[in-house]
């Protein structure tokens, strides 16, 4: 939450985006709890989809966009979490904020250390029922694309969970 004038809490929407294991899901989880903010995962909702009987393209974030836009309108902070591979779909999702009227922070979460990322991926365990994560090969040739635009750029080889919350928090102040 950004704070106003008159001390009204504003909220805004936060978007963590980034490949399959590099930390993503555990930093906005811990920043949606720090900010008592609403927290949207892609992969719960595509997962969801699936076991709903659908084949799942661009749906989960249709699903994901409407569901912020109504918890930004009602008042609450978003931290949504989603690999967010192109510029496609970071457009869409400053649309959301753009149609609120709230502000919009993206980040993309990296991992510099190669070593490091593929540890994670191959030792990663799956926290959503019947979700398949992706093998290491399948993360290396994703379709993911270089941002466009400036955004806050969090490296958990080289920050710590409570580091990483704390540089989004900071991105959220106001800097006048």
Known sequence: MIRGAHNEQIPVLIVLGGLPAVG???IARE???SLGAVYLRIDSIE???RQAGLVVEAEGYAVAHAVAADNLRAGQTVVAD???PWPLTRDEWRAVAERVGVSVVEVEVVCS???EHRRRV???VADIVEHRLPTWQEVVERDYRAWNRPRLVIDTARQTVPESVQAVVSALRPSH
Do not use: F, G
Request: glycine share 0%.
């Open 113 to 115: 250390d190669q070593a």
């Open 24 to 26: 993503k899901t555990t």
């Open 122 to 124: 191959e030792s990663r």
């Open 47 to 49: 997962q969801a989809l």
């Open 31 to 33: 920043l949606a709890r």
């Open 82 to 84: 989603c690999v967010n």
